[in-house]
Structure formats: C-alpha cells, structure tokens
C-alpha cells in the first residue's frame, strides 16, 4: 500500500509563508512526478504544482507562479511546497498525489495516489 501523509499546513496571513511536505512511505514505489493540487469549497480541485522525480521537469499554475515553489528530495522520498505571499484565495485544502507514468501533467485523473489532504487557511 502506497501512502503518502502531507504536513504543514495551517492558518496564517495574508503575506505570510507556510511550506508543505509530503513523504511516500513506501520506498520499493518510484512515482514518475509527485504533485501538489488544492480545492477550495465549491470548487474543483486544480494543480498547484508538479515536479517529475528527477527535478528536471516542473509545472506550476499562473496563479502561484513567482509565489510557490516546489522541491523534491529522494533521499527523503519527500516533496515540498513552499508557499511565500500567500493570498486569501490561497485557502484550500491541499492534497499532495503521486504520478506513476509520464508525461507530467495537471490533470488530477492521471495520479494514482493521493495523499488526505492538509488545510490551508489564509486570513486577510
């Protein structure tokens, strides 16, 4: 069983920073890309940003470009989000997936792997 626990979130202010992990506790799986997506009340879940295991391939939303940076390191099979500037319509729960097979993409259906989820909160 592949799991993946996501950590750090919580409630800040607006120009604030929070950094998010997300560790994939079984080491024998090897995601292709791990992901970050969110999805406020009423809407749909959306990519955040995307990093393939090696690094070498990023994606990252218009809306958190400049803002929010991902990072992975192997050694910890872990990925991070760091998230500076944040906004109140940053605020959403954010879900750490993992990606088996190329090509890196956005679309929530291509990952095979979910993490529960961590809330964000952002006050203005």
């Known amino acids: 069983q592949v799991q993946l626990v996501e950590s750090g979130g919580g409630l800040v202010q607006a120009g604030g920073s929070l950094r998010l992990s997300c560790t994939v506790s079984?080491?024998?799986?090897?995601?292709?890309?791990l992901g970050w997506f969110r999805q406020a009340p009423g809407k749909d879940r959306e990519c955040v940003a995307a990093?393939?295991?090696?690094?070498?391939?990023?994606y990252s939303a218009d809306s958190v470009k400049g803002r929010f940076t991902i990072s992975i390191d192997n050694a910890k099979n872990t990925v991070y989000l760091q998230m500076n500037s944040l906004k109140p319509e940053d605020t959403a729960v954010y879900y750490c997936?993992?990606?088996?097979?190329?090509?890196?993409?956005?679309?929530?259906?291509?990952?095979?792997?979910w993490g529960q989820g961590t809330q964000v909160t952002v006050s203005s």
């Open positions: 990093i393939t295991r090696s690094g070498g391939r990023i």
């Open positions: 997936a993992a990606e088996s097979h190329p090509p890196l993409t956005a679309r929530a259906d291509e990952y095979d792997y």
């Open positions: 079984r080491r024998i799986f090897t995601p292709f890309a």
